[in-house]
Structures are given as structure tokens and as C-alpha cells.
T-cell receptor
């Protein structure tokens, strides 16, 4: 079974703090993704990576950066947290290469609250 | 502009009856469609998918129907069970893309009533 783990289930930070959210997958997947989920807005893509050290902006990259130094690990960084970044953050991975089995596998999520 | 639309934010269905969740898309290039299910405080889990070369795919109680001319798909759950209460996300993608990027709808919350 694919396992995607996220470093924290719940996190509380103060405005202006630098925040790191870590995600690890154990299936040697090429692609990794960061989303945020907000009520009424669904899942919105922040950043994704299709290879080590490669990253692409998603739909809402402002205020975020990412790092992928190793294939299994994808980090989301909030350089200076703001209250409007309070949200559920979801990490996902997928095998890559296209084809009919390109579903993404999600981690359990991190509920981040910025005070 | 939303490329994948789920126009019903919520739906309530009696236990044992059929649940029908609808989804519309705007990009005719999409050729692979997925449904994900999400419980509170958990990540979404893949439920069922369909390729654009088919118009129906069935897996147990779950069936997805695709109408390409109308750019519409639907998920049928028969019979509905209490454990089906969750948020369902419709999603679309392009099989040729190696990045597996998926466009999600905003979700429909399904309530199964006893």
C-alpha cells in the first residue's frame, strides 16, 4: 500500500513565523503535490514537483515555497505565516509518466492555524 | 474560471436509496476522470475512475457515467450506506501529461439519512 505521511496533524503558529510542513512517500513516486482545502473552495493546488529539485507553481503559489531535495520528501514552506493561510494542507503523490493509473494518493492532512 | 464544476454543495439521501452526484467540465481535452471521497480530518481517497473511451465504469456499489457530448459525469451509489456520508470530489486530467496533474471540483457533501 502507498503511504503518504505528513509531519504534523495539527499545528498552531503565530503571524510572521516561518512554517515548514513535511511530506514523505514510500512508493518511489515521481510526482508530489501540495494542496490546501478550504470550505466552499475545494482542493486548490499550491505547488507540485515532477522530479527531484524540480517544482512548478500551481493555482495559488503566493506566500508559499517548496523544496524537494530527495525523491521521497516534499516540503512546503510558509516564509511568513499570515492568518489567511489558516487551512487544511494536503500532500499527495503519484507514480508519474501519465497513463491510466495516474491517481494521486493523499496524506492525512495538516490542520494549520495561524494566530 | 472553474474547469470542473460540482454545482451541488450538499446532498441528502435516505439509507438504501440511490445517491447521484453530478459533475460538469469545460475542457473537452480532458480524457480521464476520477472521483475521490473524503472524511473529516482525513486525506481524500481514490474511489473510481473512467477513461474518455468508455461511458460507464462500475465497481461494486459505485458506478460512474460519462457523457462526453454534454461534458458531464455522474457517480451513482447503490444502495447508499451510512459510511458513504463524506465529501466527494470530482476530478479531471489529461492522460498524456506525465505530471499527473488533476483538476478538482469544489466537492459535494453527501449525507446519508437513517
Amino acid at each position: 500500500d502507498v503511504k503518504v505521511t505528513q509531519s504534523s496533524r495539527y499545528l498552531v503558529k503565530r503571524t510572521g513565523e516561518k512554517v515548514f510542513l513535511e511530506c514523505v512517500q514510500d512508493m518511489d513516486h515521481e510526482n508530489m503535490f501540495w494542496y490546501r482545502q478550504d470550505p466552499g473552495l475545494g482542493l486548490r493546488l499550491i505547488y507540485f514537483s515532477y522530479d527531484v529539485k524540480m517544482k512548478e507553481k500551481g493555482d495559488i503559489p503566493e506566500g508559499y515555497s517548496v523544496s524537494r531535495e530527495k525523491k521521497e520528501r516534499f516540503s512546503l514552506i510558509l516564509e511568513s505565516a499570515s492568518t489567511n493561510q489558516t487551512s487544511m494542507y494536503l500532500c499527495a503523490s503519484s507514480p508519474g509518466g501519465g497513463g491510466p493509473y495516474n491517481e494521486q494518493f493523499f496524506g492525512p492532512g495538516t490542520r494549520l492555524t495561524v494566530l | 474560471d472553474q474547469q470542473v464544476k460540482q454545482n451541488s454543495p450538499s446532498l441528502s439521501v435516505q439509507e438504501g436509496r440511490i445517491s447521484i452526484l453530478n459533475c460538469d467540465y469545460t475542457n473537452s481535452m480532458f480524457d480521464y476522470f476520477l472521483w475521490y471521497k473524503k472524511y473529516p480530518a482525513e486525506g481524500p481517497t481514490f474511489l473510481i475512475s473512467i477513461s474518455s473511451i468508455k461511458d460507464k465504469n462500475e465497481d461494486g456499489r459505485f458506478t460512474v457515467f460519462l457523457n462526453k457530448s454534454a461534458k458531464h459525469l455522474s457517480l451513482h451509489i447503490v444502495p447508499s450506506q451510512p459510511g458513504d456520508s463524506a465529501v466527494y470530489f470530482c476530478a479531471a486530467s489529461l492522460l498524456m501529461n506525465r505530471d499527473d496533474k488533476i483538476i478538482f471540483g469544489k466537492g459535494t457533501r453527501l449525507h446519508i439519512l437513517p
